[in-house]
């Protein structure tokens, strides 16, 4: 009896959904997530033990590439985002309308490029990856597997059941933050000499908390305004939100007072 009822809601799980972002790879399913965060997990406790004994590998160019892949690719999303939703004529910046039957080509574009920020998910577990294998263990922490792990659960919940127009603000905002981060990585990566042209970096901690905060206000108006019972699971998304990025916010702030704060003591 109890298995017939976990079948019966994993079915309508994967039946449930927006009918347009639900055709997309990797929506439907959520196996395909689940999947990839146990494996993205045992790489973070096996890992570093694999790699224990072994040197390091110097993956210079590798990063470089893979850093400037990632600037290009998070500048084309965030001006995709901007370009179908605050650009567009008519479009409601806090409580746009979700509708399955809305297959215009602005609207259908905003819902591809949130599959791609979704997607992106993925991909950046390669940071991670590239942690292990160059044994800077000290930079996997708990606020870097908890970000990395729960943005792409959360990405594709929203894919799944308020793609776009209900959830396009944090999508776009992280983008542009993604934007130079990664150039900053990829600076950072071409090897000492760059330091002191990369004096900025605690500003970018406190832009991605800024972030938060402009997220978190978005969510509240949202909220607030008596449209949003009209979106299809956008209180829901919205409630999410408020709570999640909560816990980033503390966790990043924890992380810029340990960082800058305490050395100014020391």
Request: glycine share 4%; hydrophobic share 45%; net charge positive.
């Amino acid at each position: 009896m109890v298995f017939e009822g976990l079948i019966k809601s994993y079915t309508d799980l994967i039946k449930s959904g927006d009918a347009r972002s639900n055709e997309l790879p990797f929506v439907r399913n959520p196996i395909y997530v689940v999947s990839a965060i146990v494996l993205y997990v045992v790489m973070v406790i096996v890992g570093p033990r694999i790699m224990e004994k072994r040197e390091a590998f110097q993956i210079r160019r590798l990063l470089i590439v893979y850093n400037f892949l990632s600037t290009a690719f998070s500048l084309y999303m965030t001006w995709e985002f901007i370009r179908c939703s605050l650009l567009k004529e008519g479009f409601d910046l806090f409580t746009e309308l979700i509708r399955d039957d809305d297959t215009t080509p602005l609207t259908m574009a905003l819902i591809n490029v949130h599959w791609l920020y979704f997607i992106s998910k993925f991909i950046e577990f390669l940071d991670t990856f590239f942690f292990v294998i160059r044994k800077k263990n000290v930079q996997i922490s708990f606020l870097h597997v908890y970000h990395h792990g729960s943005m792409l659960m959360l990405q594709w919940s929203m894919v799944k059941y308020v793609p776009g127009g209900g959830s396009y603000f944090g999508p776009m905002l992280n983008c542009f933050i993604h934007t130079l981060m990664y150039a900053y990585y990829m600076l950072s990566a071409f090897g000492p000499h760059m330091q002191k042209y990369l004096w900025w970096k605690r500003y970018l901690t406190r832009m991605q908390m800024l972030q938060f905060i402009m997220i978190l206000s978005h969510s509240s108006c949202c909220l607030l305004m008596k449209k949003v019972e009209l979106v299809y699971h956008a209180k829901t998304f919205h409630t999410i939100h408020l709570v999640y990025l909560t816990t980033l916010f503390w966790l990043f702030n924890h992380f810029y007072q340990k960082a800058y704060n305490e050395k100014k003591k020391i």
